[in-house]
């Protein structure tokens, strides 16, 4: 018997999750991707780009696919995508995992100071002009034009488009992972004295938490909004290990 899986993806734990999950034959993975990133990398199994028009959408999809699990692997960050995941789930009587990455904790030495959104963080950096690192992705970058009057350094996967209406921004284009070192000498070339980021979690981008750590600059960080309470994993090792039980043989399960 054939099992039909549907991974909501879009970060390195769900491509790695799917290929996992893809070398036990009596699973079919489709992984899918909302299509904010205009080049991907490659995701190793069927994947399905676009949305899905809401949970409804999603509902009807799960059950026209006659899918078995759903699984949120989406970014901690994607709070719509997930509330409609679990209410999809609820709608169509598919079964729901999701993969919580936790979040970073400061430690002694770290200057953070914690805000609610992308707004507020833009708020938060104060009248006076600053070299701001932004690392928070595209989607939300037009918010800083609220606060012109700094510099500001952005970094993301994809073009800025259009760009923001300030005085003074450079764009990087780089995906991660970002190493400590490497970050630290780019707060330096560009004389950072404040970061904005999300609490991402995970090792991948987490070097620019460190070097500001050891260069004493403050980071603005944006908390992480609330998702729904679904059975979960923190990482996909254990995600996976859940699916196996779930869809493990009668004899392993002692019955």
């Not at 769900?14 to 999950?21: D, E, P, T």
């Not at 507020?120 to 992705?137: M, N, W």
Request: net charge neutral.
């Amino acid at each position: 018997m054939t099992h039909r899986i549907l991974i909501l993806g879009g970060t390195t734990e769900a491509r790695q999750l799917a290929g996992k999950l893809a070398r036990r034959a009596d699973f079919s993975i489709t992984l899918s991707l909302a299509g904010r990133t205009e080049s991907p990398v490659a995701q190793g199994v069927p994947v399905r780009v676009g949305g899905f028009g809401g949970a409804a959408g999603l509902a009807a999809y799960l059950r026209h696919e006659k899918v078995d699990l759903l699984i949120d692997a989406t970014h901690p960050y994607a709070a719509r995508i997930s509330a409609n995941a679990a209410e999809a789930a609820t709608k169509s009587g598919v079964p729901i995992l999701a993969l919580r990455r936790p979040g970073w904790e400061p430690v002694v030495g770290d200057r953070w100071m914690m805000v609610d959104s992308v707004a507020e963080a833009a708020s938060a950096l104060g009248p006076a002009p600053r070299r701001v690192f932004l690392a928070i992705g595209r989607q939300e970058a037009g918010a800083f034009e609220a606060a012109p009057q700094h510099r500001y350094l952005i970094r993301s996967v994809d073009p800025v488009e259009p760009k923001l209406a300030v005085p003074d921004a450079h764009y990087l284009l780089a995906r991660g992972p970002f190493p400590e070192a490497e970050e630290r000498v780019l707060l330096q070339q560009h004389g950072i004295d404040a970061i904005v980021s999300k609490n991402s979690g995970g090792e991948a981008t987490y070097g620019k938490i460190a070097a500001a750590r050891a260069l004493g600059i403050e980071v603005v960080m944006i908390r992480r909004p609330p998702l729904p309470d679904v059975s979960s994993a923190e990482t996909g090792d254990a995600l996976a290990a859940k699916v196996d039980h779930l869809f493990a043989p009668v004899a392993e399960r002692g019955v």
